[in-house]
């Protein structure tokens, strides 16, 4: 039976440094070639069986820190969130001690069925105190703090009334969890909602953003000649969320950045080059810090 | 204006039953109901990405066009209970069982079946195998009362056709070792379980499997075994314990012991 080591030395810590998104495909590539990445992420649902995937997640684990990142705890659900799902994501965080565990500002369980998708929350009071009391409920029974991924969204509803910037300020500033940021996310929903993604940016809060997602997206037309971004993680990150990137680490310091990659997954070298990209613009932004310093 | 609970029954009813009228009117004003569209497909292909890892060999028997027109026709239908999809498909067997289309490949909700095993098996939580000295440390007038707790990977099947020959053969690509299964070669009794090398799938005679299946129900180990049959249930179950086949035991309340 494998062990997991207690990293009481806290090298479970997620670094300030560029990760890479683990998935399946990967599993092999990494345990064999143990390639120099710092951190990585994984999606917690994957997870919740036995057999060998939590295997692969406990070897690698050993030598590599693991952020676990949650795509089903709905934490806008109208009807409450699940708590044999809260259960199910409770248990590999105890197996896995991840440095980092997030969710997402959306939902997807309606009357018991999951949607499978990260559907848009209305920018409401009712939506941010419900988002609050399930951060809150999340918070309590992992006894931990958890980060919150701000949405790629493709709709806006009618009475929508708080701009999303704020929406994730407030559940930040009442429930103490801090934000995900994905620029990507950003740069896709500034698009399709007419917003200005540098002044979301500028908006954020900068204490409280503890990680930063970068992706690819696509670009779709519509029959009325206008187009949508869709948030696809199906390709290489575009210069446009490179630039607005440098401008979040300039605003909230060299923070842990993900590189997620879920459609058509290239080899890992490909993810590595997408990562080394991040380290670099961390690394001469710290330069940069060190030199105003002094 | 919409409460959240409004505008989330709203989108259900788009996604999962195609039906945007409700939502349409909670958008706002510029954004066009088109949009929806983006959520609706994200649905249905993320939920036949699932069911297509589960069923693989469904798949390949059927062809992928008619496994997406079957498989969208599901996820309406049977949206999942719960985020973690590794548990979604366990009511695709029986779909496919009454899905009229599917008549011509009578032997499809078996293979189904297997497959759901299978991957049942491939997920199901780790667990310590029983430790038999445990068991060998209850008293003689309370082993009657001993009941089993399989393994959780453990699955029996009994299929009325060859769905395990199949699988292999459709698994391997070999189109003549598929050709030359004999459908009506009689129902088969199957064992699906998860050992340390991977899956495994096996074929078991009528009365092992019987048995087997009477302990997995969690019939008294006594209770289990027909005194008037000259299978080997001893070495069988001292198989079964030495293969790590059982989790755990209890004790049946003995209803005497109770009163008095």
Known sequence: MLMSPRNISGTNAIPAQAGIGLRFQHHQAVVDARPDVPWLEVHTENYMGGGTPIRYLEAIRRDTPISLHGVGLSLGSAEGIDPAHLARIHKVVERIEPGLVSEHIAWNMIGGEYLADLMPLPMTEEALDVVCRHVDQTQNYLKRRILVENPSTYVAFGNSIIPEWEFMAAVAARTGCGILCDVNNICVSAHNHGWDASAYIAALPIDVVGEIHLAGHSIRSLADGSTLRIDDHGSRISEEVWTLYRQAITRFGAVPTLIEWDNDVPPFDVLLQEAGRAASLIASKERRARADAA | ?260
């Open chain 2, 1 to 260: 204006m919409p409460t959240l609970l409004e505008i989330q029954r709203a989108m259900r009813r788009s996604l999962v039953q195609g039906d945007s009228t409700a939502v349409s009117a909670m958008l706002a004003a510029q954004i066009s109901p088109d949009r929806l569209d983006i959520y609706r497909n994200t649905f249905l292909l993320t939920l036949t990405r699932a069911l297509r890892l589960c069923f693989p060999v469904v798949q390949k028997l059927v062809g992928e066009e008619f496994f997406e027109g079957a498989a969208q026709i599901f996820v309406a239908e049977h949206p999942p209970r719960s985020a973690w999809l590794d548990q979604y498909g366990s009511a695709f067997p029986d779909f496919l069982h009454a899905f009229s289309p599917a008549e011509s490949v009578p032997y499809l909700s078996d293979v189904a079946r297997l497959e759901w095993a299978v991957s049942g098996a491939l997920h199901a939580p780790d667990t310590e195998p029983l430790d038999i000295n445990r068991l060998a440390s209850i008293s003689s007038e309370d082993q009657r009362r001993i009941r089993l707790i399989a393994e959780p990977s453990i699955n029996l099947l009994y299929l009325a056709y060859p769905a395990d020959a199949i699988w292999r053969a459709v698994l391997a690509g070999d189109d003549a070792e598929l050709a030359a299964i004999d459908l009506a070669c009689g129902h088969v009794h199957l064992l699906i379980e998860r050992r340390a090398t991977g899956v495994e799938v096996e074929h078991l005679q009528a009365e092992p499997w019987q048995f087997l299946a009477r302990l997995c129900a969690g019939e008294p180990i006594a209770a289990a075994i027909d005194p008037n049959s000259d299978f080997g249930f001893a070495s069988a179950l001292a198989e079964h314990l030495s293969l790590g086949r059982f989790a755990s035991f209890e004790l049946i309340p003995s209803q005497a012991e109770d009163q008095g």
